[in-house]
């Protein structure tokens, strides 16, 4: 059949029609869609927007051709109804969690918090905590798997009163009450309940612990009082043989991750370090810095006046992850070795640990002082390592003395004292940290004196603090020290020489 011309026009008209038409129907939707959005912005909140893009976007990732099938976890700040609501730890671990994982710079938008919390002495401290707002997501990446959460605002209609933190805060933003939803691919279900929540847990406890500020607590009678622990002392800033130094960060970094070690071989996760050694030596300062280190609180525990009933009460009310610090053991309580109790030594003794490689010094060793009677060695010995010590968990003992010969060999045994820490005299590398704290120096002309003189000289690193303290030119203050360590020097070999004429 052929197609005449006049057929032909008329055709092409009609499809010229129906390609107008659709183009104008196309405009009107776009226009309609502008308006629409514009409506939108204008209309409806941020939150509403952003929870439905991210409602579009979950419902494309689950409904699309080859896409992965997802899970999701909803997280609430309560569980429970009524009465029997309880918080939910989870909530605020993933609270916290997020709260160090979140980056300003790199998020369009983040809430912000700062809270206030008042200490036993009235001072306040300030914690400041970042958050999702309602609408808004991140993705975490945890073993190179994708975690994505999400904060949603709850609505109101359940019931459920304002949110009260467990740490004081209203919620998170302000008043209102959100969910936290964590979403995954599915196939990785097992690695998020397993292993990717209890790390948000432990980071969490972690972040808790780093924040936290650190107590020293003191005992009167059966309580303990606690004060802000504001000691400055760290590893870093100790003065003593880098080496020996090491070994206690390895020692005390081993044992706070070995709660699983400990209950396996049905021990108390505790350990015992005895610090011995000359007064001025830093014992003070070793605690301090272990208790900075790990972020733990002090226990400084006053054995006069103490009976054995008060010590086992003062030990269940000591809180996990604390130290627990009896200063001067030798001379509070019968702790008193039995081969020189009773007697008053006037003869050189050896102080040192012989088994640790430490150089031996000669001391004059004083008659001891009066102690207190009222805590027996077999109680001393029940309360560091019997039954009662059990009460607690990630604990440390430390015994600080500056004869370690006067104490009983019961006391020293290993799984009581279980690390012997000899904190000796003024060694060159101990000079150069303290150097390094007081004027930031790693070199100066006087220095190669100063070590000579360090070598035959027995000064205390408290000593050398003293002269570097005396001025904050540090030209004056070396040559200070320097003159000081020549007649320290003068006066020991007159000593020695009087010593051999007798």
């Known amino acids: 059949m052929d197609l005449l011309p006049s057929s032909a026009g008329a055709y092409g008209g009609k499809a010229t029609e129906a390609y107008r038409m659709a183009l104008s129907s196309a405009a009107s939707a776009a226009a309609y869609a502008v308006l629409a959005r514009s409506m939108a912005r204008e209309l409806l909140p941020e939150e509403l927007r952003a929870a439905v893009r991210w409602g579009a976007s979950l419902l494309r990732a689950r409904f699309g051709f080859g ?4 899970r999701t976890l909803v997280v609430r700040s309560q569980t429970g109804g009524g009465l029997g609501r309880e918080e939910n730890l989870l909530f605020d671990a993933a609270r916290t969690y997020l709260s160090s994982r979140l980056d300003p710079r790199a998020m369009r938008r983040l809430g912000l918090t700062l809270c206030t919390a008042k200490n036993e002495g009235g001072l306040r401290s300030w914690t400041k905590r970042l958050f999702l707002e309602p609408g808004d997501s991140t993705v975490d990446v945890f073993d190179g798997v994708e975690f994505t959460w999400t904060s949603v605002e709850k ?15 209203s919620g998170i933003g302000g008043d ?21 929540v209890p790390f948000v847990m432990t980071s969490a406890e972690e972040t808790r612990q780093r924040e936290r500020s650190l107590k020293i607590c003191l005992n ?42 400990y209950r396996r071989i049905g021990k108390a996760w505790k350990r015992g370090y005895l610090l011995y050694g000359p007064p001025g030596t830093g ?16 226990y400084d525990l006053d054995l006069s006046h103490v009976h054995i009933t008060m010590l086992q ?26 081969a020189v109790d009773g007697k008053e030594s006037k003869t050189p003794a050896l102080i040192g640990d012989k088994d640790g490689g430490v150089p031996s010094e000669i001391m004059e060793i004083p008659p001891p002082r009066a102690r207190n009677t009222e805590i027996t060695l077999s109680g001393l010995l029940n309360f560091i390592d019997g039954l009662w010590s059990t009460s607690g968990e990630e604990r440390i003992i430390v015994l600080t003395t500056n004869y370690k010969e006067r104490l009983d060999p019961a006391l020293l045994r290993p799984g009581r004292m279980d690390m012997h820490i000899y904190m000796g005299f003024c060694c060159w590398e101990a000079f150069k940290t303290l150097a390094r704290n ?15 003189l360090l070598a035959a000289v027995q000064v205390t690193p408290a000593e050398v603090s003293e002269m570097l303290l005396r001025t904050n030119d540090p030209d004056v203050a070396l040559r200070g020290l320097t003159e000081f360590l020549k007649e320290k020097k003068q006066g020991q070999s007159k000593m020695q020489g009087t010593d051999e004429d007798k």
């Open 313 to 338: 009460w003062l030990l269940i009310t000591m809180s996990d992850k604390s130290i627990l610090v009896i200063e001067d053991i030798d001379c509070c309580c019968d702790a008193m070795s039995r």
């Open 220 to 261: 009167e009678g059966r309580k303990w009082f606690g004060l802000k622990h504001h000691h400055p002392a760290t590893f870093d800033t100790l003065a003593m043989d880098p080496t020996l130094k090491q070994s206690i960060v390895a020692d005390l970094d081993l044992f706070a991750n070995r709660r699983d070690h």
């Open 438 to 452: 007081y004027f930031v120096v790693d070199d100066h002309p006087l220095f190669p004196e100063i070590q000579e």
């Open 67 to 70: 896409a992965k099938e997802w």
């Open 155 to 169: 609505s109101n209609g359940g019931g459920g009163g304002k949110k009260h933190a467990s740490n004081g805060e």
């Open 283 to 298: 014992k003070s300062s070793m605690v301090a810095a272990m208790a900075n280190h790990l972020r733990y609180d002090i």
């Open 176 to 196: 209102r009450e959100f969910v936290l939803m964590l979403s995954f691919d599915a196939e990785h279900t097992d690695m998020a309940m397993e292993r990717y």
